[in-house]
C-alpha cells in the first residue's frame, strides 16, 4: 500500500499570498514520521515561502518561519493545521516572531 492523499488545499487568500496544505497517510510508520504522516504546509507572500511545515525525508517534523527552522512538536492533523493558521495571523498581523 502506498501513501494516501488524506488533505490537499491550494488556496489564495484575500491578501493574494498562497496557502498550500498536502497531507499524506502512510502505511506504516518510520523512525522519521512515528505518527504515520507525511506532510506539507506553505505559505507563499510575494512569492517567497515565509511559512512552512513539513518532515522532509529523515529531518523529522519542522518549522519554517521567515528564515528560521526550528523543530516541530506534532501532536495530530488538527493541532498542526491550527498552528499553521495561527503562524498565518500571526504573520499578517505584522508580529513576525520566530
Not at 18 to 28: A, R
Not at 42 to 63: F, L, P, Q, S, T
Request: charged share 40%; proline share 3%.
Amino acid at each position: 500500500m502506498k501513501a494516501q492523499l488524506i488533505k490537499y488545499v491550494k488556496a489564495i487568500d484575500e491578501l493574494n499570498n498562497t496557502i498550500e496544505i498536502k497531507v499524506w497517510q502512510l502505511p506504516e510508520s518510520s523512525e522519521d514520521k512515528p505518527h504515520r504522516y507525511k506532510y506539507s504546509l506553505v505559505y507563499i507572500a510575494e512569492d517567497i515561502r515565509v511559512i512552512g511545515y513539513d518532515n522532509a525525508e529523515e529531518k523529522g517534523d519542522h518549522r519554517h518561519y521567515k528564515d528560521t527552522e526550528k523543530p516541530y512538536s506534532f501532536k495530530s492533523i488538527e493541532r498542526l493545521l491550527e498552528d499553521f493558521y495561527k503562524d498565518i495571523e500571526r504573520y499578517n498581523g505584522g508580529k513576525h516572531e520566530s
